[in-house]
């Protein structure tokens, strides 16, 4: 399928287009932050466990209110975006024509995000499908003194692009607020030209820019300013624009790599990307096995969605 439509949404639409969701069952205090928000008529309702980390930090309490709140429950690595796929295709499937999914993107990993638009992307339904991507900002919390080493450094399964050899490469890279971690991935891609994109929130207090600028001074440094751009988490359409005109810009002369270290909704939104634009790659960067929990609390009341809409190709 490909993408018809895609504009911002509400969480009020949500609950009222939705016979479904899809979330996502970790550690985190933030994975269940959206659970009390839904609207009963959104029966059909489903959390992927994650089979790491089954007793860490809010783990426990996370099963018990999905438990609660009428999910049922399947399982999935981080590393496996296949079975998220599978989670969603039967989602779509068993939802009547007139309602939409929903997926609450805010604690699954990059594989699950690819996951979840590899399908979208690769499978062919007779009718038009809506999906809506809802994400929970996480309430500030300083950087980590000590972050993981990447264990995987790679282009994301259904994602890696075959590009002509003899271009250059250009990395857009998405700056997250753990130090250095953007400056280790550009000095392993070696791009030619490096684009930065910088998170901001315009709906509420932002107490995360500052914090991002401040741990990726050194790359911003080296990157020069007509490269540097700004987005705005709470408006993922505009967010969806600005990356398409970038990748439209660069494709003629460079290989294009799209890789998101901050939000997790940018992250989404380098996968719809790559939806019209098939030569680009999308790279995830993960700390894998040795990563160690961290807590997150979720801002609910700032809570994003992104509707977009899916069409046979044929159609």
């Known amino acids: 399928m490909e993408i018809v439509d895609l504009r911002d949404s509400s969480l009020d639409e949500l609950n009222t287009r939705c016979g479904t969701i899809i979330s996502a069952c970790g550690y985190e205090a933030r994975s269940s932050a959206l659970v009390g928000k839904l609207s009963s008529q959104i029966r059909n309702r ?31 690595s981080g590393n496996d975006g296949t079975k998220v796929g599978q989670v969603l295709l039967s989602a779509i499937q068993s939802t009547p024509d007139q309602s939409a ?4 993107i805010s604690c699954m990993t990059r594989a699950w995000h690819a996951g979840l638009v590899r399908t979208l992307r690769t499978v062919e339904i007779p009718r038009p499908v809506e999906v809506l991507f809802a994400y929970v900002p996480a309430q500030f919390s300083n950087p980590p003194g000590n972050t993981s080493a990447y264990e995987i450094v790679a282009p994301a399964e259904g994602f890696a692009s075959l590009s002509p050899p003899d271009l250059p490469v250009a990395t857009i890279i998405g700056l997250g607020y753990e130090r250095e971690k953007a400056l280790g991935l550009q000095q392993l891609l070696d791009p030619k030209r490096t684009i930065l994109l910088t998170p901001r929130f315009r709906s509420r207090d932002d107490r995360f820019y500052p914090a991002v600028i401040k741990s990726n001074s050194d790359i911003l440094a080296r990157t020069s300013r007509e490269w540097q751009f700004d987005y705005w988490i709470d408006e993922p359409q505009s967010t969806f624009g600005l990356l398409a005109r970038l990748v439209a810009h660069l494709l003629p002369s460079y290989r294009v790599v799209l890789a998101s ?6 992250g989404v939104l380098c996968f719809l990307v790559a939806t019209r634009f098939p030569q680009v790659s999308v790279w995830r960067a993960s700390s894998g096995a040795h990563g160690r929990p961290r807590q997150s609390q979720g801002d609910t009341s700032h809570t994003i969605v992104l509707s977009t809409r899916w069409m046979h190709r044929l159609l």
């Open 46 to 76: 489903t959390a992927i466990s994650f089979v790491e980390w089954p007793d860490a930090l809010s783990r426990k309490s996370n099963d018990q209110q999905f438990a609660q709140s009428r999910f049922s429950f399947e399982q999935a």
């Open 101 to 104: 999914v929903a997926v609450d």
């Open 261 to 266: 270290l901050g939000p997790k909704l940018l």
